[in-house]
């Protein structure tokens, strides 16, 4: 089946550190990947995709690239800022299908 | 161009009772889905219509059931709600055939 694996947090990080949140995933077929961003009481908004194997996201500094040999969608950011403070979620939808297959999630707080 | 919108934005709930969540897609989208998001989880597929016909299902029993109406709005109904239904009910509309999904804020519900 479909399924999508996220690293556990909590994480916390200190202003302009490296961020590394790590996204393994399994399919039948050919997914897109992507990466949402839920801050607290709010809904899902998306912070970046990629379509097919090799394909790198990027959006407001965040960025990941579509992995085929390793099944992986690692996203990364260089220096966070407290406003990156969220919880992240990897996902992934077949390119024939019509649902997403979300990850649990990975909290991030970032501290100044 | 209008985004997706949910009503209401909270709501409580005994249980055994039954609800009506509420979604109105975004201009131009003909299919909608409905998520739960278990606290502390990632969303969880229920179900897709399209042309006003349920387009898939995930794990989720018959008591939770949906609409979709001419204008591509839709709701959610759940009836002999369980304290186990406590969750974000999240809507995300888009277009048949691929491109790109859009997420509402949600409805907290929650049973008591």
């Known amino acids: 089946g479909n399924s999508v694996t996220q690293m556990e947090g909590p994480v916390t990080l200190s202003e302009e550190a490296f961020l590394t949140i790590n996204c393994t995933y399994t399919?039948?077929?050919?997914?897109?990947l992507f990466w949402y961003v839920q801050y607290p009481g709010e809904g899902l908004q998306l912070l970046l995709k990629?379509?097919?194997?090799?394909d790198k996201g990027s959006n407001k500094g965040f960025e990941a690239t579509y992995r085929k040999e390793t099944t992986s969608f690692h996203l990364e950011k260089g220096s966070v800022q407290v406003s990156d403070s969220a919880v992240y979620f990897c996902a992934l939808i077949m390119n024939t299908g019509n649902q997403f297959y979300f990850g649990t999630g990975t909290s991030l707080t970032v501290i100044p | 161009e209008t985004g997706v919108t949910q009503s209401p934005t909270h709501l409580i709930k005994t249980r055994g009772q039954q609800v009506t969540l509420r979604c109105s897609s975004q201009?131009?989208?003909?299919?909608v889905s409905w998520y739960q998001q278990a606290l502390g989880q990632g969303p969880q597929f229920i179900f897709q219509?399209?042309?006003?016909?349920?387009?898939g299902r995930g794990n989720f029993p018959p008591r939770f059931s949906g609409l979709q109406f001419p204008n591509y709005s839709s709701e959610l109904n759940v009836n002999a709600l369980e304290l186990d239904d406590s969750a974000l009910y999240l809507c995300a509309s888009g277009l048949s055939g691929g491109g790109g999904y859009t997420f509402g804020s949600g409805t907290r519900l929650t049973v008591v």
């Open positions: 399919a039948t077929g050919y997914p897109s």
């Open positions: 201009s131009g989208h003909n299919t």
């Open positions: 990629a379509t097919k194997a090799d």
């Open positions: 219509y399209y042309r006003e016909e349920e387009n």
